[in-house]
């Protein structure tokens, strides 16, 4: 029996929320550990670089969960 995307996913939206959580960081772990290789985290050395030129790029936290809350809010449903 095979399951695609679709059914998996499907499938972990009727897990409790404390279970998606979990299976959604181990896939992302799975997931930059494969596209990341041995060099390590790069989009995060990026990220480091970018902002350490440009403070001003920052954001508070405030501003990070404005943005997460915006961007990300039909998600969660």
């Given at each position: 029996?095979?399951?695609?995307?679709?059914?998996?996913?499907?499938?972990?939206?009727?897990?409790?929320?404390?279970?998606?959580?979990?299976?959604?960081?181990?896939?992302?772990?799975?997931?930059?550990?494969?596209?990341?290789?041995?060099?390590?985290?790069?989009?995060v050395?990026?990220?480091?670089?970018?902002?350490?030129?440009?403070?001003?790029?920052?954001?508070?936290?405030?501003?990070?969960?404005?943005?997460?809350?915006?961007?990300?809010?039909?998600?969660?449903?």
């Open positions: 029996m095979s399951t695609d995307a679709s059914q998996l996913y499907e499938m972990a939206r009727a897990l409790p929320p404390e279970q998606r959580r979990d299976l959604a960081r181990r896939l992302l772990k799975s997931v930059e550990r494969e596209l990341e290789g041995p060099s390590g985290p790069s989009h050395v990026c990220a480091y670089d970018e902002l350490h030129d440009d403070p001003s790029r920052s954001m508070s936290a405030d501003e990070v969960k404005a943005y997460f809350d915006a961007n990300w809010a039909g998600e969660q449903q």
